[in-house]
Each structure stands twice: as C-alpha cells, then as structure tokens.
C-alpha cells in the first residue's frame, strides 16, 4: 500500500517542475487503534480514475485488514489508512473464514 501510495506520488503530484514534499507517517490514534498517512502537497487529485488499479488494490487491502480509507485530494493528496494493530486480531485459528 505505501510503495503504491508513494509511487503515485511521485509519478502524479509533482508534473512539470514542480516540486514539493512527500510525508509518510504512522502513528497511534487512539489504544490498539494505528493510522498510515501519505501526504504530499501537489496538484491534487484532479484526473482520479474510478476503478484505476492502484487504488483497486489499495481498496481491497485495506478491507482485507478491516481497515478505513480516507483520501482528500483537494489541497494536495492525503491519503489516511486506520486500522486495528495485531493485538486487537483474534488468536491463531480462532478467526473467522474470510467472506469473499
Ligand atoms: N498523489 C497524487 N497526486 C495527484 N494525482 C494522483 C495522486 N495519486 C493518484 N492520482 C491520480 O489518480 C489516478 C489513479 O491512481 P491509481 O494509482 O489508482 O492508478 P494509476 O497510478 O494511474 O495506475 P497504476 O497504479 O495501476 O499504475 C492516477 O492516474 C492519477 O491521475
Ligand atoms: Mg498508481
């Protein structure tokens, strides 16, 4: 997800000569709770694709950790991906069969 995330970036944010920043952060927000934030301060997400393949992916990974998708592309991009952290998963075995 970051590598996608951060390509995108790179390859979208900054056309021309513009240039700007990429920030990568991970943190707690809140107990057992942790959130990734990609941010960069480029064009924006103007020329989104539904349905593009990148954020395929990305959408369905973070479903498959049970996780949340954010993404404002207004001012820039900042993309915000929260989830629970490995201690709040239910023991080996214990977990129910994926759906889908
Ligand atoms: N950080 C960004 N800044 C500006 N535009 C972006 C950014 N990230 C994505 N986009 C836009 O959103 C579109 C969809 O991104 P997505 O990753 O889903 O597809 P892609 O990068 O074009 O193709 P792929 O990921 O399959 O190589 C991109 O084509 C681009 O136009
Ligand atoms: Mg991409």
Redesign the pocket.
């Known amino acids: 997800m970051l590598t ?1 995330l951060i390509t ?2 790179v ?3 900054f056309p021309d000569d513009r240039s700007g920043t990429i920030v990568v952060q991970a943190k707690r927000s809140g107990p057992g709770r942790v959130e990734i934030i990609v941010r ?1 301060n ?8 539904e349905g ?5 992916l990305i959408r369905s990974l973070v479903k498959q950790i049970g996780g949340e998708l954010e993404i404002q592309g207004d001012a820039g ?1 900042t993309v915000t991906i929260a989830f629970c952290d490995a201690s709040r998963f239910p023991p080996p075995g214990g977990r129910e069969p994926a759906a889908g």
């Open positions: 996608e995108n970036a390859k979208y944010a960069d480029g064009i924006g997400m103007k020329n989104y694709r593009s393949l990148g954020y395929g991009v």
